[in-house]
């Protein structure tokens, strides 16, 4: 079924604050992001909390979502990592999780069919932007939660196999370096 995005999602947008080396709020940027979309748990920016932004605070299930620039792409929010704030690169989704499962609207945002519809809202200025009233326009496909459950499910798999497949070339790499600097040295003998 699909469902207008602003009827069943609440947008916000980031908070734009000058962060900090140290502090006791993760202040989340683009570049806190690997090319997989994913936190990469070494943030390198921070705030100190204040009334201000106590207010901005990410609740777990808030979906985080880059609306500014030419990389696009959602992360769902997950209290584990920390207190978090979004800086204003992003757009802050609260989902009515009675009708969408954050996860799903992640994979959802992240997808090939979606990131292209983003480039063209995007489209026509140096530093593409997607105003807020666009995004809540949007239709999105919004099937059962058992569905939503296993996609979620599907791309959780499909995220672990990319990671290993990293992990695994990195190996690799490594290998293939200690055979060169091997056979180099042998040579220097």
Do not use: C
Request: no cysteine.
């Amino acid at each position: 079924m699909e469902k207008v995005f602003g009827s069943i999602a609440d947008l916000q947008f980031g908070l734009y604050e000058k962060p900090v080396e140290s502090g006791d709020t993760v202040y989340l940027q683009v570049k806190d992001f690997d090319e997989n979309n994913q936190f990469s748990n070494a943030p390198s920016t921070f705030l100190i909390s204040d009334e201000k932004s106590i207010k901005h605070l990410l609740k777990d299930g808030d979906v985080i979502f880059v609306a500014k620039g030419f990389r696009n792409f959602a992360w769902t929010y997950r209290e584990s990592i920390g207190p978090a704030i979004a800086s204003s690169i992003f757009f802050v989704v609260k989902v009515d999780t009675s009708e969408i499962i954050p996860d799903y609207l992640t994979a959802l945002f992240n997808s090939s069919a979606y990131l292209q519809m983003f480039q063209l809202l995007g489209a026509g200025s140096s530093i593409p932007s997607i105003r807020k009233s666009e995004l809540e326009a949007i239709k999105i496909q919004v099937p059962s939660l058992e569905l939503q459950r296993k996609t979620v499910m599907i791309n959780e798999l499909y995220l672990k196999e990319l990671q290993l497949t990293t992990q695994i070339i990195d190996e690799k790499q490594k290998y293939y370096n200690s055979i060169i600097n091997k056979l180099i040295s042998q040579e220097h003998v």
